[in-house]
């Protein structure tokens, strides 16, 4: 159940290499089991783009990494991984997308092999909050992504509405929040996202609610942008 809630945290229209901001950010993550807190970054490399999240505490640490393009038509991705200690934990996983088989194949805690289209974007949980953003930037404030099943493979399509705006306070200051919700017809999990439009949509953060838990994900501190 705690690897599920995770993913979320760290869960087409055309987007540019220059449309979202890069960032160095340190994020809370709070549940009924766990609080840690991590870096959260989003960079430039040599043959594209990274965005991580690494977290630890005294009795566990975690690394979530992206790898990934960004084209003309959107994002391309490469390669999602997972490492969680304490190793016995057995949370590791690797996920490779291969364009020349059109096959993204996990390895790890879950293995599985799925088609995927190469025509449409498919994302992670990662670098979905990407595409979010960018989305936004655009005013683009009802939209779908295609993200891939972590357990189990194949592609699933999420649903994503603003559905207002809010005044939220970080580091004494005040920011206009778009409020996004994520939406999955049949479900009672309800995820809601505060993005501050003055940070380029950042998300200040991210609220994930079922009958079972409430967790949250918040900014704590921004170390760079831009």
């Known amino acids: ?7 979320i945290f760290f869960i087409s229209f055309s987007v540019f290499s220059e449309d979202v901001t ?7 993550f709070d549940s009924e089991e766990i609080s840690i807190t991590g870096i959260r ?3 430039k490399t040599d043959d594209g783009y990274e965005l991580k999240f690494r977290a630890s505490n005294i009795v566990a640490s975690m690394f979530f990494s992206s790898v990934f393009s960004i084209n003309e038509y959107g994002i391309k991705s490469s390669k999602y991984v997972i490492k969680i200690r304490p190793k016995f934990l057995k949370r590791d996983q690797s996920i490779n997308f291969n364009y020349e088989t059109q096959v993204v194949e996990s390895s790890g805690r879950n293995e599985w092999k799925s088609d995927f289209k190469i025509d449409e974007i498919t994302v992670d949980p990662l670098n979905a909050q990407i595409m979010i953003r960018s989305n936004l930037k655009k005013n683009i404030n009802n939209f779908s992504l295609n993200l891939i099943n972590m357990q189990e493979g194949g592609i699933e399509k999420f649903d994503y509405k603003v559905t207002g ?10 920011y206009n929040c778009s409020i996004l919700e994520r939406i999955r017809e049949g479900s009672s999990r309800k995820t809601t996202y505060y993005l501050a439009k003055e940070l380029d949509y950042m998300f200040l953060k991210i609220t994930d609610v079922s009958e079972d838990w409430t ?12």
């Not at 890069?22 to 809370?28: H, M, R």
């Open 41 to 43: 970054e989003f960079k």
């Open 215 to 226: 967790n949250t994900l918040e900014l704590k501190e921004i170390l760079s942008f831009g």
């Open 165 to 174: 705006i809010e005044e939220c306070k970080f580091k004494e200051k005040i």
């Open 22 to 28: 890069l960032y160095k950010a340190k994020y809370q």
């Open 1 to 7: 159940m705690m690897y599920k809630i995770l993913l």
